[in-house]
């Protein structure tokens, strides 16, 4: 079982945006990064989403399940709904890759919940700096 977080920081909104994302898988732990030179903060999350699944999808084999845990309620909700009425665009990427995976449960969690995501993209924030 694989366990991804993720999550987005915005400077402005739309501005520069850092996305983390954080893996816990056999008791090991990946962190990644990645900026984004304007986004707002919603396609952010699109997009950290969309690149720590990207990640599972070109590391780790497709018959494992996945546990999803964002702290946007837009995005959660959007998953599970299959539907999203201004991101649409985005979901149908995700979903994609997701699609990868046998099993994906997706949960909101509160910002506490998300500290080690939430870290990651506020990193990659400042190094747009």
């Known amino acids: ?3 991804i ?21 056999n008791h090991h732990q990946y962190q990644l990064t990645k900026t984004l030179a304007k986004a707002d903060n919603h396609s952010g ?15 780790f084999a497709s018959e494992q399940t996945v546990l999803f845990y964002t702290d946007s309620r837009l995005l959660s909700d959007a998953v599970g709904k299959n539907y999203t ?11 994609q890759l997701i ?25 990659a924030l400042r190094s747009l700096e």
């Open 99 to 123: 699609d990868h995976f046998p099993t994906v449960v997706t949960q909101w969690v509160s910002d506490s919940q998300n500290a080690g995501a939430h870290h990651l993209a506020n990193q």
């Open 45 to 59: 999350e699109f997009a950290a989403a969309t690149f720590g699944f990207q990640y599972l999808c070109d590391h």
């Open 85 to 95: 009425k201004h991101y649409q665009a985005q979901l149908d990427t995700l979903n």
């Open 5 to 25: 977080y993720t999550d987005a920081a915005t400077k402005g909104n739309p501005g520069p945006t850092g996305l983390g994302v954080l893996i816990l898988f």
């Open 1 to 3: 079982m694989i366990k």
